[in-house]
Nanobody, 121 residues
Framework: QVQLVESGGGYVQPWGSLKLSCVAS????????MGWYRQAPANPREPVAT???????WYADSVRGRFTVSRDNTKNTVYLQMNDLKPDDTAVYYC???????????????WGQGTQVTVSL
C-alpha cells in the first residue's frame, strides 16, 4: 500500500500564490508518476499536472505557464507551485501516485485525502 499526505492548501486572493506538497510513503516503486488533480463543486475530478520519476512533465492547458510541478525523489515528495491564481482554480486538490501493480502492463493509482484551495477577494 501507498499513503499520500498533502499540505499547503488555503485561502488566497486572485493573482496570489500557493505551494502544495505531498509526501508518499509505503511500498513505492522505483518508477512512478506523481501529480495533482483537482475537483471543484459539481465538477468531475480533472488532472492538473503530473511528473514522472524521470522528470517528464505534463500540464493541463488551463494551468500551463502559471503552475509548476516538481518532485524530490529522495523524499518521495511532489510539489505544485501555483502562481497567478484565479477564482476558477478554487477546488480540492488531490495528490496522486501511479505505479506498476500486478502484471507488466498494469498500473494502480493511489490518492491523498485532498487539500482545499480557495481563490477569492
Amino acid at each position: 500500500q501507498v499513503q499520500l499526505v498533502e499540505s499547503g492548501g488555503g485561502y488566497v486572493q486572485p493573482w496570489g500564490s500557493l505551494k502544495l506538497s505531498c509526501v508518499a510513503s509505503g511500498n513505492i516503486a522505483s518508477a512512478n508518476t506523481m501529480g495533482w488533480y483537482r475537483q471543484a463543486p459539481a465538477n468531475p475530478r480533472e488532472p492538473v499536472a503530473t511528473i514522472t520519476t524521470g522528470g517528464s512533465i505534463w500540464y493541463a492547458d488551463s494551468v500551463r505557464g502559471r503552475f509548476t510541478v516538481s518532485r524530490d525523489n529522495t523524499k518521495n515528495t511532489v510539489y505544485l507551485q501555483m502562481n497567478d491564481l484565479k477564482p476558477d482554480d478554487t477546488a480540492v486538490y488531490y495528490c496522486t501516485l501511479r505505479q506498476p501493480y500486478g502484471g507488466p502492463d498494469d498500473q494502480k493509482s493511489y490518492w491523498g485525502q485532498g487539500t482545499q484551495v480557495t481563490v477569492s477577494l
